[in-house]
């Protein structure tokens, strides 16, 4: 097996110039590129955006004892329908990926809802 070419920075990875700070967290520029990305075709939104979702909302019911592809609705009934309609495992696919994400002002319903979790 081969090794994985080193990943190389990009200009979001940059340090500001003239900006003393710390450098951002290579996980919070990667989930921001997410959510541009998400805003621009569907393929974004569900291969990209639905699967980070899912994996903090599943951790955040568990800690309430839900599971998030049981059978109850409680995961359902937490979330609301905004939420829920993203994160549901039956989601279908989309059937054009080009077609338009989701908009931003819908995400940012999403990351309210699991807020609230």
Do not use: C
Not at 45 to 74: F, H, K, M, T
Not at 89 to 98: F, K, Q, T, V
């Amino acid at each position: 097996m081969g090794a994985l070419p080193r990943e190389r920075p990009t200009r979001l990875d940059a340090p500001r110039s003239g900006s003393s700070r710390r450098p951002r967290p290579r996980e919070l520029v990667k989930l921001e590129r997410t959510v541009g990305l998400s805003t621009e075709t569907a393929f974004d939104a569900y291969y990209r955006l639905r699967p980070a979702v899912r994996e903090v909302v599943a951790s955040r019911l568990r800690l309430r004892g839900i599971d998030l592809d049981g059978p109850s609705r409680q995961a359902e009934a937490l979330l609301g329908s905004e939420a829920w309609d993203l994160v549901r495992g039956d989601r279908p696919r989309p059937r054009n990926h080009d077609a338009p994400g989701l908009p931003l002002d819908r995400i940012e319903a999403v990351v309210v809802a699991v807020e609230e979790l």
